[in-house]
Structure formats: C-alpha cells, structure tokens
C-alpha cells in the first residue's frame, strides 16, 4: 500500500505562483512512476504532468513553460512549481503514484486563481 498526501494549495491572484507537494508512505519502494492530474469544475480530470523514477517528464500543454514537475526519491515527495498562473489553472489537484500492480491517488488539494 501507498498513501499520498498532497499539500500546497490555496488561492493565488493570477501571474502569481503555488508549488504543490506530495509525500508519499508506505510501500514507498514500488513507486515508479508519478504525476500530477486537476479536476477543474464541471470538466474531467486531465493530466498536468508526469515524471518518471529516472526524472523524464511529461506535460499538458497548457501549462509547458509555467510548470515544473520534480521529485526527490530520497524523501519520496513529488513536487508542482506552478508559475505564471491563471484562472484556468482553478481545480483540485490530485497527485498519482503508479506502482507495478497499481496506481494510488491523493485526497487532492485546491488551487484557485483569481482574476
């Protein structure tokens, strides 16, 4: 098992900037994988950004050049620098953590832009 919690939401005004954190426990050493998925309101919930074990990443493109995904294997924390934001960014955001056998989800956490 893998327990996710996320951390580092708020409310920003627009241009501003949140950086997101998810410390991973339990079967931490199966973790491959993780990224960052948002619920926006009335949408589904899409990818933001992924990041291997080995540190390759993945965008949205709707966010390349104001995101960046990291993470420290060490401390088994993934990380989301969200800068240049707008309201379009609003949404909870959700972090993933996929293993061989499955993926497991944060409880998610809020982010909201104001104009």
């Known amino acids: 098992q893998v327990q996710l919690v996320e951390s580092g939401g708020g409310l920003v005004q627009a241009g501003g900037s949140l950086r997101l954190s998810c410390a991973a426990t339990?079967?931490?050493?199966?973790?491959?994988?993780m990224a960052w998925y948002r619920r926006a309101p009335g949408k589904q919930r899409e990818l933001v950004a992924a990041i291997s074990r080995g540190g390759a990443t993945n965008y949205a493109n709707s966010v390349l050049g104001r995101f960046t995904i990291s993470r420290e294997n060490a401390k088994n924390t993934a990380y989301l620098q969200m800068n240049k934001l707008k309201p379009e960014d609003t949404a909870v955001y959700y972090c993933?953590?996929?293993?061989?056998?499955?993926?497991?989800w944060g409880q998610g956490t809020q982010v909201t832009v104001s104009s």
């Open positions: 993933d953590a996929e293993t061989a056998v499955r993926g497991y």
């Open positions: 339990g079967s931490i050493f199966r973790i491959a994988d």
